[in-house]
């Protein structure tokens, strides 16, 4: 049974960093990507950063890039998310996913149940 755990959430101030993690368990054998969406109240889920399985890595450019960095630990099957520059409506649940390269949500055939970041003005 896959299961992914973030951790890494919290209550921050507009301008500070934070960095997320996700472990996940239960995978085997496929050279699987990595990635980060995010969803806000009454917002669709959307996508900040993939890593795959060898190291290349993209960001929603228009977002995140210049601030968010994407990473794995592919011996310890955990991928993280550096985020600088925080700014308040980056508040969200931050979901970690396991799948196939790219941005879109159906890629991903697992998910972990999220991490809330609330980023205070």
């Known amino acids: 049974q896959v299961q992914l755990v973030e951790s890494g959430g919290g209550l921050v101030q507009a301008g500070d960093s934070l960095r997320l993690s996700c472990a996940a368990s239960?995978?085997?054998?496929?050279?699987?990507?990595m990635a980060w969406f995010r969803q806000a109240p009454g917002k669709e889920r959307e996508f900040v950063a993939v890593?795959?399985?060898?190291?290349?890595?993209?960001v929603d450019a228009d977002a995140v890039k210049g601030r968010f960095t994407i990473s794995r630990d592919n011996a310890k099957s955990t991928v993280y998310l550096q985020m600088n520059s925080l700014k308040p409506e980056e508040t969200a649940v931050y979901y970690c996913?396991?799948?196939?390269?790219?941005?879109?949500?159906?890629?991903?055939?697992?998910w972990g149940q999220g991490t809330q970041v609330t980023v205070s003005s």
């Open positions: 996913a396991v799948g196939r390269y790219g941005a879109r949500t159906y890629l991903y055939d697992y």
């Open positions: 239960g995978l085997t054998g496929s050279r699987y990507a």
């Open positions: 890593v795959s399985y060898s190291g290349s890595s993209m």
